[in-house]
């Protein structure tokens, strides 16, 4: 099959598709070209991450096109449904990102703690002349080790990053369409065990969390998740993270939280409007930032094409059977 990886695959996953005699372009095409160039090339499958954007009249003007594949778990970048109706496979990746997203998120909360995102900012510039000051001013953190931590959307993500954050001593609370509980393993050194994480209700997580992690995708109707009463009913001094979608933070209601105090501080690794951010968020010193990185590790692009090498090869089984 002739196959196009328009937001790059790993080279592990290109030779694997490869020596299984498949056909793989690499070369980046742009919106405006990407519908005269799955055609003039026969391209049967599409590889995307979250730069290439499928619609409605990308799959109207492809009709040799068989199948999209996500590398990676939110496809709010693809019409799926209509692809789907109209014979056009879609498929993603979401068992290859956890870890490196739960990371990442851990890295986040880790910095916000002891503010180590504005610290950095500010050390190269005032860290010569101000070092007092400035050891004063960041001399207030305070420990994870016992926190409770908010975990809104408990699938693979959800349950990786509490596995870690309960290897730290957090306290974990679960939010997810079904209440109860759900185990969560934890390996260490080889061993494992199993914790119990509770689900609970969004408002019961939001009066109980000392921070909070979002991993749910964005709403089809485009409205936030997390907006002004949402913020109004979180602990003061609380944290958060979203490295879910842009669009579930309401980015006035953050600030608007932030520049109050209500809210301690926050990190983002979505936005709204990507690639390019608004610039109030950009330069808030309250906000820790990163561009989108969530499964952005080695390990995590290389389980990806291996995933990607899976499921093409499942569909081509199929084809041609």
């Not at 790993?10 to 070369?27: C, D, I, K, P």
């Not at 089809?220 to 001094?237: H, L």
């Not at 520049?259 to 968020?281: C, M, T, W, Y």
């Not at 995933?307 to 093409?312: A, F, K, R, T």
Request: aromatic share 4%; with cysteine; net charge negative.
């Amino acid at each position: 099959m002739n196959i196009l990886a328009n937001d790059g695959i790993s080279a592990a996953g290109q030779n694997a598709l490869e020596a299984a005699g498949h056909r793989v372009s690499t070369t980046f095409v742009g919106p405006d070209k990407l519908v005269d160039f799955l055609n003039n090339e026969n391209i049967d499958g599409l590889l995307v991450r979250s730069a290439t954007t499928v619609r409605q009249p990308v799959i109207d003007a492809c009709p040799n096109l068989k199948f999209v594949i996500r590398g990676g778990v939110g496809m709010d970048n693809i019409d799926v449904t209509y692809a789907r109706e109209k014979g056009v496979e879609v498929r993603n990746t979401p068992a290859s990102s956890s870890q490196s997203v739960a990371e990442l998120v851990m890295g986040h909360l880790f910095g916000l703690s002891r503010f180590l995102h504005d610290s950095n900012r500010r050390m190269p510039v005032e860290g010569t002349d101000q070092f007092k000051g400035l050891k004063k001013a960041y001399g207030k953190g305070s420990e994870l080790r016992g926190k409770t931590l908010a975990i809104i959307g408990f699938g693979r993500i959800g349950k990786s990053l509490a596995s870690y954050a309960l290897g730290c001593g957090m306290k974990v609370i679960g939010v997810d369409k079904k209440l109860g509980s759900r185990p969560v393993r934890i390996d260490i050194a080889g061993q494992s065990l199993e914790v119990d994480v509770p689900l609970v209700t969004m408002e019961e997580a939001f009066a109980q969390a000392d921070a909070i992690s979002l991993h749910i995708p964005a709403q089809s109707n485009g409205q936030a998740v997390i907006g002004e009463t949402e913020f109004n009913q979180m602990k003061a001094g609380v944290i958060l993270v979203n490295a879910a979608r842009g669009g579930v933070v309401d980015e006035d209601a953050l600030i608007e939280a932030l520049n109050s105090g209500h809210i301690a501080g926050a990190a983002l690794d979505v936005f709204v409007g990507e690639p390019k951010p608004r610039q109030d968020l950009m330069h808030h010193a309250k906000l820790a930032l990163t561009p989108h990185i969530g499964a952005a590790t080695t390990e995590a692009q290389e389980r990806i094409g291996m995933e990607i090498v899976s499921i093409v090869e499942e569909i081509h089984s199929r084809i041609v059977a």
